[in-house]
């Protein structure tokens, strides 16, 4: 019987699943800097460097969080990229005007390249219906939203869960509530909510766990600089592979530190789809017509000097040499001591049927 995880999702033009390449999202994010033209070209550039997908996120300060001066609604944290900012003021930055959702949507549209967004609350969900999205994603610190994951769910439309901080328990009440919802086609990122992540704290031996776990596609949101964890990552069967994206770290911006440039996002699309190519299934043995005629360059007995009719194979008089048109080399302790039938020059290719 066919699992669930093996099954593809359809996403808008493309398909999702483990016999279709990995889908990669740019994830624009805050990375607009506040300029509509700058959210354009970032399209552009996604496009250009051959991702599938874009992602933006859809909110307002005033849904995600309160302007309250209060320490909890500030980042005290002082390792983190924000540190000393309100969460107001950080998301009041980057957020994406929702009258500019239509014009970047469109733009991607007409690069052949899917676009769609993260919603923060239910408001959300109704203005990116009214736009028509392919899908939705839900951000990790939404994982636990069950009423806002439940709405999305019952689009009907797919879904991808990035899984930061959650618990096993807590996966599980949020994949009840999306299959509740009449929702089959998810798929679950591993992630973790650290800005940047290290590849140490990425921990992606999870992804064929959680896949058997939940019976569903898992794939990655990458938060690590460089393309090695999420290669990695489809090496062990992950279907999506989301990388925050900018046109030049040095530009700054919310996410620009930890987020991919134009040349290594093509290098994450490329690589990735090797990465999938190269999987392929379990084989031994001649693996191509192309590698069958490597078979002659195998090492093989050749006779090594002269013989005359009669003569006895000696230790000096026959190798293993490439090329493979000989006995195997296995054969090699007994066919010492064999005398040959006829004369044998050397550089001939050892044969039973030279051999009494």
């Known amino acids: 019987m066919t699992r669930r995880s093996e099954l593809t999702i359809p996403f808008g033009s493309r398909s999702v699943g483990p016999g279709h390449r990995p889908l990669v999202i740019a994830e624009m994010s805050g990375n607009h800097n506040q300029s509509l033209d700058r959210a354009l070209a970032i399209g552009d550039a996604a496009a250009a460097a051959g991702a599938h997908a874009l992602k933006i996120q859809t909110y307002t300060a005033d849904t995600m969080t309160l302007d309250v001066p209060r320490d909890e609604f500030r980042i005290t944290d002082p390792r983190s990229l924000w540190a000393g900012q309100s969460l107001h003021a950080l998301y009041d930055q980057a957020h994406t005007p929702r009258e500019w959702h239509a014009p970047i949507f469109e733009r991607a549209a007409s690069h052949g390249m899917l676009a769609f967004s993260t919603p923060i609350d239910e408001t959300a969900v109704d203005f990116l219906e009214s736009l028509g999205v392919p899908g939705y994603k839900i951000a990790s610190f939404e994982n636990t939203d069950l009423p806002l994951i439940r709405r999305v769910a019952a689009t009907g439309k797919p879904m991808i869960i990035s899984t930061g901080m959650a618990s096993v328990g807590e996966l599980a009440e949020t994949v009840e509530a999306v299959r509740s919802a009449g929702c089959e086609q998810f798929v679950l990122l591993k992630c973790t909510s650290t800005y940047p992540a290290t590849p140490q704290a990425s921990n992606i031996a999870t992804i064929p766990h959680m896949r058997e776990l939940f019976d569903c596609q898992v794939g990655l949101s990458d938060h690590t600089m460089g393309v090695g964890v999420a290669v990695a990552a489809v090496a062990l069967g992950a279907t999506v592979v989301e990388k925050h994206f900018t046109l030049a770290r040095a530009d700054g911006g919310v996410d620009a530190s930890f987020s991919l440039e134009p040349h290594e996002l093509a290098a994450l699309v490329t690589e990735t789809e090797r990465a999938w190519q190269g999987m392929g299934q379990v084989r031994y043995g001649v693996q191509s017509a192309q590698e069958r005629q490597s078979l002659a360059f195998r090492r093989s007995l050749y006779v090594v000097r002269d013989l005359a009719a009669g003569e006895t194979l000696s230790a000096d008089a026959v190798r293993a040499i ?35």
Request: glycine residues 12%; proline residues 11%; charged residues 25%.
């Open 322 to 356: 490439r090329p493979g048109f000989g006995l195997p080399p296995k054969h090699l302790e007994a066919v010492i001591g064999r005398r040959v039938r006829q004369a044998v020059s050397r550089g001939t290719p050892l044969a039973w049927d030279l051999l009494d």
